[in-house]
């Protein structure tokens, strides 16, 4: 099994980076255990980086990074598995309605991977629901939107690149797993709260253990 381990920036995987001596300038890496792709923020920095980087050896997709949270049970530091991601923002304004992707007939907007294989140290984690977004929520009244459409009990975090990734595995037949420790309430913008430090260190001890683990 050869794993790709894909991440926005490359200071969200700065503690293993060092750790396995990889370098936090180049976009693509190799290591005997992994590879390492850096695919810049965003949904379309994602597909692009991964259309480009992922290899026929290539057997699972490892998504990591930082992320918002609605739920006040996943407070920042917390680790979690994004198990369904939805690309949130795709589909059509109807005056005060907003039609999903599915409701316009071109498919579905919310993805889960079809994993092969099972991965018990990541499925020891809590598991949540994430949307992707272009446009990070930082206003009352577009996450009070949100939550009207999605439910406010449905353990929802928000990351710029989880469904590209979940939307290339699936498209390339290859497992995939998204794990995102939680930096910020999602709330009026308030980037002062945000706990970065503390969110990247309890992502990248996590990663290390997982790609340590023998197989
Ligand atoms: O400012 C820093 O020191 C810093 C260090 C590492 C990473 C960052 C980022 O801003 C990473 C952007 C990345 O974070 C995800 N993210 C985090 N919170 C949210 C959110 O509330 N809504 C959506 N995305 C979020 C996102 O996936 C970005 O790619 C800064």
Known sequence: MKILVAAATSAELGPLIDRFSLGHDQPFQRHEHFDLLVTGVG?????????RFVLPEHTLLLNLGIAGSFDPDFPP?????????????????????FLPLDELGFGSASLQPEN????PLAE????????????VHGNEKSIETLLSRYGSGLRLVESMEGAACFHAALQLDIDCLQVRAISNRVERRNRNAWQIGRAIGELNDW?????????
Not at 116 to 119: G, M, S
Not at 124 to 135: E, R, W
């Open 43 to 51: 949904m379309t920095a994602t597909a692009f980086a991964l259309g």
């Open 77 to 97: 530091g917390t680790l979690v598995r994004v198990c369904t991601d939805t690309f949130s923002e795709l589909g059509a304004e109807d005056g005060e309605k």
């Open 116 to 119: 092969r294989r099972q991965y």
């Open 124 to 135: 020891a984690l809590p598991a949540a629901a994430g949307i992707t977004v272009n446009t």
């Open 207 to 215: 990663a290390i253990s997982f790609l340590l683990q023998p197989r």
